[in-house]
């Protein structure tokens, strides 16, 4: 609609300093020391819901960082949009290979850069200003309620608990996020799923304190050494994962998905080339994408042990350890996984070391069905401001509650992200178009609006 388009032309420059300043705090769940920073930024959260318009904005403490939730009813009668996002981030180390600091939001070439710009306050933050788009233009169609949590990134331990106790304050007919990507501009797509999560930590004891490596190197097990053997017989010459059982629950996708998948437009060369790796790599018989999407992994997410400063030290360390996640597709359980590997890790440790394998946090899998009222206004929407209709794709990414907000509220998933694979989520330098945000401030009122009429 015209109205909105000349509201958001009017308003833009504030729409984009008021993320600015979301960015700019350190809301990061996975720190302490950042405990205070989490408080400020939800309270940021809950002013920037009841400045767009949203009737009450409430802070609800956990056992570990709040929840804020906000809502504007205006007709009980009228279909309700329950909105999740997270305001928490991931750390933004390493440090020293951003161009920019982390929460100091730089924009260059038309893109913001700071840790959070598209995962997930740029997202979520698009659903406040359209609300205030909406409610200054006196075109709201749907009641809106919000739930943003800060510990997304941390495994939401504090969610389930939040969400069976206010079933009630939660009621609604679907639930909107936007913490997803899309394939490009030009391509739009959304996501009808994501994977699910099992995160692992192993630790790999060998003598009982570190050694002098050329008094006793020869003579005594390397815990570094055996960790490596133990995670590089995690897959074989075919890069398919060798634990037994892994694959016993997942559903195989049919010919007919994987030709559609096959659709996408996709450039391996280019694809290589923009993370500058010679090659690709995965499981044989299967493409990229499918390698993203359809199908599970697993993946060392960090492996430390001995002397890593700066200089040579002869060390035979004592310990080793790893951080090790596996990316879940439909229907496997974190849980069975996670057993799964933890049984793995602990029966194949070598002579001369033990092992100690614990779990971290985990998620299931999540498909949104394309026939439904709400992915039909999703894609109607996208539609709408795009000119083209989007490409139905699975998300290789994880979103933990999911599952819990289906099994809780009895509520479809609909994900409308606006980001790009390219952002660099959880890396050094993660950007998020100005373009995007901006684009998905218009897009989103279109699902209110094709959402409540199809109601």
């Known amino acids: 609609m015209q109205v909105w388009k000349d509201y958001q032309e009017k308003n833009k420059d504030r729409f984009l300093e008021e993320l600015l300043a979301l960015l700019r705090i350190p809301s990061v769940s996975a720190r302490t020391e950042n405990k205070n920073d989490m408080l400020t930024c939800a309270e940021a959260v809950k002013k920037g819901l009841l400045d767009a318009g949203a009737t009450t904005a409430t802070i609800y403490p956990t056992e570990g960082h709040p929840i804020v939730y906000g809502e504007k009813i205006i007709d009980p009668a009228l279909p309700t949009v329950l909105v999740y996002g997270h305001y928490d981030v991931q750390p933004a180390d390493p440090l020293e290979l951003w161009n920019s600091g982390p929460f100091d939001p730089v924009i260059k070439d038309g893109k913001i850069y700071a840790r959070g710009s598209a995962d997930d306050k740029g997202q979520f933050y698009m659903h406040v200003k359209a609300l205030e788009t909406m409610v200054e233009t006196g075109t709201l169609s749907t009641n809106i309620k919000f739930l943003i949590e800060g510990e997304e990134e941390v495994g939401s331990p504090n969610l389930a608990t939040f969400v069976k106790a206010n079933k009630a304050l939660l009621d609604a007919n679907v639930i909107l996020i936007s913490d997803t990507s899309m394939i490009s501009m030009e391509n739009p797509s959304i996501d009808i799923g994501v994977r699910g999560l099992s995160y692992i930590e192993v630790e790999v004891t060998g003598p009982n304190r570190d050694l002098h490596s050329g008094v006793y190197?020869?003579?005594?097990?390397?815990?570094?050494?055996?960790?490596?053997?133990?995670?590089?017989?995690?897959?074989?010459?075919?890069?398919?994962?060798?634990?037994?059982?892994?694959?016993?629950?997942?559903?195989?996708?049919?010919?007919?998905?994987?030709?559609?998948?096959?659709?996408?437009?996709?450039?391996?060369?280019?694809?290589?080339?923009?993370?500058?790796?010679?090659?690709?790599?995965?499981?044989?018989?299967?493409?990229?994408?499918?390698?993203?999407?359809?199908?599970?992994?697993?993946?060392?997410?960090?492996i430390w042990g001995g002397y890593t400063g700066e200089g040579a030290k002869t060390v035979l360390p004592s310990?080793?350890?790893?951080?090790?996640?596996?990316?879940?597709?439909?229907?496997?359980?974190?849980?069975?996984?996670?057993?799964?590997?933890?049984?793995?890790?602990?029966?194949?440790?070598?002579?001369?070391?033990?092992?100690?394998?614990?779990?971290?946090?985990?998620?299931?899998?999540?498909?949104?069905?394309?026939?439904?009222?709400?992915?039909?206004?999703?894609?109607?929407?996208?539609?709408?401001?795009?000119?083209?209709?989007?490409?139905?794709?699975?998300?290789?990414?994880?979103?933990?509650?999911?599952?819990?907000?289906?099994?809780?509220?009895?509520?479809?998933i609909v994900f409308m992200g606006f980001g790009l694979d390219s952002d660099n989520l959880h890396s050094p330098n993660e950007k998020f178009d100005i373009v995007n945000f901006y684009k998905g401030i218009e897009t989103i009122p279109y699902f209110h609006q094709f959402y409540a009429s199809s109601k």
């Not at 539609?383 to 990414?397: H, S, W």
Request: one cysteine or more; charged letters at 20%.
């Open 217 to 302: 190197g020869g003579a005594v097990a390397n815990p570094i050494t055996m960790l490596s053997k133990m995670i590089a017989s995690c897959h074989d010459e075919n890069n398919h994962i060798t634990i037994p059982g892994f694959y016993d629950d997942v559903v195989e996708s049919t010919d007919i998905e994987r030709a559609k998948m096959a659709e996408a437009p996709f450039d391996a060369t280019e694809y290589a080339k923009d993370l500058g790796v010679q090659t690709l790599w995965g499981e044989k018989g299967y493409s990229s994408n499918e390698r993203t999407g359809i199908r599970p992994t697993l993946e060392v997410n960090g």
């Open 319 to 412: 310990k080793a350890f790893a951080k090790i996640s596996c990316r879940l597709v439909p229907n496997q359980s974190s849980e069975v996984i996670t057993e799964k590997i933890i049984n793995y890790f602990t029966s194949i440790a070598p002579a001369g070391v033990t092992v100690k394998a614990s779990e971290h946090h985990g998620g299931e899998p999540y498909m949104t069905p394309i026939d439904s009222k709400e992915y039909q206004a999703a894609a109607s929407a996208i539609a709408a401001t795009f000119g083209k209709d989007p490409i139905p794709v699975r998300g290789g990414g994880s979103i933990p509650i999911c599952a819990l907000f289906e099994k809780e509220l009895g509520l479809k």
